[in-house]
């Protein structure tokens, strides 16, 4: 059983994990992302509770809405591909938030690659 210090190590951890990490619920707000990706995708305090769909190209939001219609409806595939914004390019990784077997959401890895 864990403890309430080990969640304050834990998001600690993963504030410094070099890899972005952005959780969405299951109608796309964003509910939590860690500190590296404030620093290389673009996340802000203000951003929490919002869609995030409001944020990216239609495209991206095509693929947004795919993803968690997969989820909602029982889906739970991992989804993987490479993205290039300018400068930068991301290995992606989306697969879904349980919580105790159940969907909340989905969860967003990004890696800067390079």
């Given at each position: 059983?864990?403890?309430?210090?080990?969640?304050?190590i834990a998001l600690?951890?993963?504030?410094?994990?070099?890899?972005?990490?952005?959780?969405?619920?299951?109608?796309?707000?964003?509910?939590?992302?860690?500190?590296?990706?404030?620093?290389?995708?673009?996340?802000k305090p203000e951003?929490?509770?919002?869609?995030?769909?409001?944020?990216?190209?239609?495209?991206?939001?095509?693929?947004?809405?795919?993803?968690?219609?997969?989820?909602?409806?029982?889906?739970?595939?991992?989804?993987?591909?490479?993205?290039?914004?300018?400068?930068?390019?991301?290995?992606?990784?989306?697969?879904?938030?349980?919580?105790?077997?159940?969907?909340?959401?989905?969860?967003?890895a990004a890696m800067?690659?390079?």
């Open positions: 059983m864990s403890t309430p210090e080990d969640s304050i600690d951890l993963l504030d410094q994990t070099p890899v972005a990490v952005t959780a969405l619920d299951r109608q796309g707000d964003i509910v939590f992302y860690n500190q590296y990706a404030a620093g290389i995708v673009d996340r951003y929490l509770g919002r869609d995030i769909r409001g944020f990216h190209k239609p495209e991206s939001n095509a693929k947004v809405e795919s993803i968690l219609n997969a989820y909602a409806q029982g889906g739970r595939e991992e989804y993987n591909w490479r993205l290039k914004r300018g400068d930068k390019e991301f290995q992606i990784r989306v697969r879904p938030w349980l919580q105790d077997g159940r969907w909340m959401g989905l969860v967003h800067l690659l390079g």
